[in-house]
């Protein structure tokens, strides 16, 4: 069965830093590309991040760009995220989610970030 | 960036009635073009692949059609637990993107 477990949200103030964490189990890890896509409070799903399996290519969302760095440790099974100067509206539940062929074939129960001073 | 743009943002219906939600997308996407479903306090299920696969485990009612720009999602007969949001998706082109979202309520 495959699980995704994230970790590493909280409450941090705009301009900080905050790593994400998220632990496959299930599958061979390093076989799949992997995803974050956040929601806002009440709000629809927008698609952050992907990191190839082999991470020798990852891709952003614009609003993230030189912000966010989207990492795996393929011997750990985990995918990181790393948001620095983080803003208001970077709030929210980040999902990690494992990719095929484009879709996104299996979901994490997300961490919260806020961010608020 | 291609935006999709959902409609109808709510859809007020009963079980055992048929819905259809629509996609459009700003530019064509081919069939690239998938569907989730989102339960209040889960995480979102892939429901639709490719326009029109239905994903492992996916009932027979739930069926995908359209290419290019116009895409449809259609629950042939609704159950009680098909009451949720849905959300179209591609990945034609970076970014990838979300339309909004369909609520469908009882």
């Given at each position: 069965?495959?699980?995704?477990l ?7 103030q705009?301009?900080?830093?905050l790593?994400l964490?998220?632990?496959a ?12 896509v ?10 952050v ?6 991470a ?10 030189g912000?966010?760095?989207l ?7 985990t995918l990181?995220?790393?948001m620095n100067s ?6 929210a539940?980040?999902?990690c989610?494992?990719e095929?062929s484009?879709w996104l074939i ?5 961490t ?6 | 960036?291609i935006?999709?743009?959902?409609s ?8 055992g009635?048929r819905a259809t939600l629509?996609?459009?997308a700003?530019?064509?996407?081919g069939?690239?073009?998938g569907w ?17 696969n239905r994903a ?13 720009t116009?895409?449809t ?7 009680p637990?098909d009451?949720a949001?849905?959300y179209c998706?591609q ?7 979300f ?8």
């Amino acid at each position: 069965e495959v699980q995704l477990l994230e970790s590493g949200g909280g409450l941090v103030q705009p301009g900080g830093s905050l790593r994400l964490s998220c632990e496959a189990s299930g599958f061979t890890f390093s076989d799949y590309a992997m995803s974050w896509v956040r929601q806002a409070p009440g709000k629809g799903l927008e698609w952050v991040s992907l990191i190839t399996g082999s991470a020798d290519g990852t891709w952003y969302t614009d609003s993230v760009k030189g912000r966010f760095t989207l990492s795996r440790d393929n011997s750990k099974n985990t995918l990181y995220l790393q948001m620095n100067s983080l803003r208001v509206d970077d709030a929210a539940l980040y999902y990690c989610a494992q990719e095929r062929s484009g879709w996104l074939i299996q979901w994490g129960q997300g961490t919260l970030v806020t961010v608020s001073s | 960036e291609i935006v999709l743009t959902q409609s109808p943002a709510t859809l007020s219906l009963s079980p055992g009635e048929r819905a259809t939600l629509s996609c459009r997308a700003s530019q064509s996407v081919g069939t690239y073009l998938g569907w989730y479903q989102q339960k209040p306090g889960q995480a979102p299920r892939l429901l639709i692949y490719d326009a029109s696969n239905r994903a492992t485990g996916i009932p027979a009612r739930f069926s995908g059609s359209g290419s290019g720009t116009d895409f449809t999602l259609t629950i042939s007969s609704l159950e009680p637990e098909d009451f949720a949001v849905y959300y179209c998706h591609q990945h034609s082109n970076w970014p990838w993107t979300f339309g909004l979202g369909t609520k469908v309520e009882i």
